[in-house]
């Protein structure tokens, strides 16, 4: 059994409000400020799959806009009984 990729580019998930279980923490560049984005409550929207594209964020201490470049990424696995012998 096996998977075949069937575009070698990226595509985009077409869904408004993908919403996934992570938190995307990082530091505000002007403050030094802990920002955290979660995503399961501030969704994607229609995302890219294997190709960088910006999350904005903006921090709640001294307001500062920016983003950071992240890329979505998503595996498939088989799960049969002869994969696990």
Avoid: H, Q
Avoid at 29 to 47: A, F, I
Avoid at 57 to 62: D, F, I, N, P, R
């Amino acid at each position: 059994m096996r998977f075949e990729n069937k575009n070698d580019n990226f595509y985009t998930i077409d869904v408004k409000r993908f919403y996934i279980p992570v938190v995307f923490v990082a530091t505000c560049p002007k403050c030094g400020e802990e920002v955290r984005r979660d995503l399961n409550d501030w969704y994607l929207s229609y995302p890219p799959v294997g190709k960088p594209f910006v999350l904005d964020l903006a921090c709640g201490e001294c307001s500062y806009e920016w983003g950071e470049e992240i890329r979505l990424l998503i595996s498939l696995e088989i799960c049969s009984k002869e994969e696990e012998s």
